[in-house]
């Protein structure tokens, strides 16, 4: 009787994993990765979630990498230039020293390529502080 319940629950579990009703639609994102400043190290991505992630080499100041089966729903990713290969976000004064990005996506059926440009987070700190003591 419990091989037979089991049996069940094995061919249930089977039939809902293959089952059209329950299955959501996943594609590949092609990530535009922009404004690299130097053409040495990597380009890294990540999701907050799911397990997602790419890289690839950077070989010019924009890069594509793609990342596959990523089904619809809300995400952040995070993207940066590691240009010494070392594999992590380098930071100076608790403040990322290489360039890098964030972007808040929701992953719909039509969402096929996304436009990440890198930034100077220092750079756009001080930029920042500027703007508001000209105003």
């Known amino acids: 009787m419990k091989q037979m319940m089991c049996l069940m629950i094995i061919s249930f579990a089977a039939f809902l994993s293959n089952s059209k009703v329950l299955a ?3 594609r590949s994102i092609v990530f535009n990765v922009t404004n690299i400043p ?3 190290g990597r380009i890294l991505i990540s999701a ?3 397990g997602y992630y790419g890289t690839t080499d950077v070989k ?3 890069m594509n990498i793609e990342l596959k089966n990523i089904p619809n729903g809300k995400y952040k990713f995070y993207v940066f230039h590691d240009a010494n290969n070392n594999f992590k ?3 100076v004064d608790n403040l990322p020293s290489e360039y890098c990005a964030t972007i808040d996506v929701e992953v719909v059926d039509s969402t096929k390529i996304l436009t990440i440009p890198l930034v100077n987070v220092k750079e756009q700190i001080v930029k920042n502080n500027n703007n508001k003591q000209l105003n």
């Open 24 to 26: 959501q639609t996943e």
């Open 38 to 40: 130097t053409i040495v």
């Open 48 to 50: 907050d979630k799911g």
């Open 60 to 62: 010019t100041s924009q």
């Open 89 to 91: 976000l380098d930071m």
